[in-house]
């Protein structure tokens, strides 16, 4: 005969178990917010240190000052440039709340590229759908992207969209392009097509979501280092597996943080700093942003960086 009281024992034990984990991942991680610092090898020799902050996913509420007040103390981080790279808003009067929360980093040089929850809100999904990579794409209410771009804008950020820009910052010679967002197919990467100077201390890209695809066209074009976001870490992972989705088509070992990309090309992903309203847990995956030191890269690396410039300059495209 079965112990029916062991048995009883053993699904109250696991849905306790389930309780305080969804507990766990609900109100203390997913309000865990954490500061990377990672170390980048990309800058041509004898380029000057470059400290850049790199923002993702925020998916801000009015309401959300604990997420606020955080992020307004990364300004005393004195980056020499900010990066965005998307998904902003999570309500369509969250402009405000995201200005202020950027606080003083709006007054330092800024680079942005807008996401899906920038240009549409969130809506209530079936978690099982980001298992499926070809899932019918669902979008909410239009949000007032146009009024966020403003305001960054007016505050000297650039904005990056199908856009090439050189700069130069804390003595580091940038060429930077960006796309729009590919999770919403909005790149149109033939708009930014092409070389950037070669005479630049750091060829820079941006994008919103990782897509493999046009990761290979920044990394054809001989760009050092891609930015980009909207993956959340996987979000909801496990120990010592890590993410289980990705939400795009990169492998789960590039979910979040630093790698390579083709033989010379580095990426690197944000986990982000928010969640979708609909989903509001993190579990093994804390909200982040990640102040990034770029240093030279090994002279062999750069070298070699400079024979396939020289190559792309002189092969019919």
Known sequence: ????????????????????????ATLIERNAFALREVTMPVLDPGASTLRVLHLSDLHMMPNQRLKQNWLRE???LEPDLVVNTGDNL?????VPAVVQ???????????FVFGSNDYF????????????????????????WGDLRAAFSERGWH??????????VAGVRIAAAGVDDPHLERDRYDTIAGQPNPLADLKLGLTHSPEP?????FADDGYDLVLAGHTHGGQLCLP?????????????????????????MRLHVSAGVGTSPFAPARFCCRPEATLLTLVPAPRNEALAAADRAAESAISPR
């Open 101 to 111: 929360a950027m606080g003083g980093l709006l007054a330092r040089p800024g680079l």
């Open 159 to 168: 904005d990056m969209t199908h856009v090439r820009r050189e700069f130069e």
């Open 240 to 264: 010592f597996v890590g993410a289980l989705v990705t939400n795009c088509r990169i492998d789960r070992s590039r979910v979040k943080g630093p790698s390579r990309w083709g033989a010379h």
């Open 1 to 24: 005969m079965p112990d029916h009281s062991a048995l009883f024992r053993a699904a109250a034990g696991a849905a306790g178990a389930a309780a305080l984990g969804l507990g766990y």
């Open 90 to 94: 999570s309500h369509p009067k969250a």
């Open 213 to 217: 695809r046009v990761l290979d066209r």
């Open 121 to 144: 809100a969130p809506v209530l999904k079936n978690p099982l759908r980001y298992f499926d990579r070809d899932h019918e794409r669902v979008y909410g209410a239009p949000l007032p």
């Open 74 to 76: 990364l300004d005393r």
